[in-house]
């Protein structure tokens, strides 16, 4: 899996959001991705995806 996190900043991430969405819909990535999306209006298409994940969840998702 890789986990994209964009942090919890007021910040967007849109450009960062819609490269990785592309690169996992044309098959360039093909592992399982997941996106924590942030305040970002991006809404992936490809992968899979929350605006914030909370400590329990990642720490599941990373296997710590």
Do not use: W
């Amino acid at each position: 899996m890789i986990f994209v996190t964009v942090g919890s900043q007021k910040f967007q991430f849109n450009r960062l959001l819609k490269k990785v969405d592309q690169m996992a819909g044309n098959g360039v990535i093909t592992e399982e991705v997941c996106i924590q999306t942030g305040v970002s209006d991006y809404i992936p298409g490809h992968c899979r995806h929350r605006p914030f994940y909370n400590r329990n969840v990642l720490s599941e998702m990373i296997g710590s």
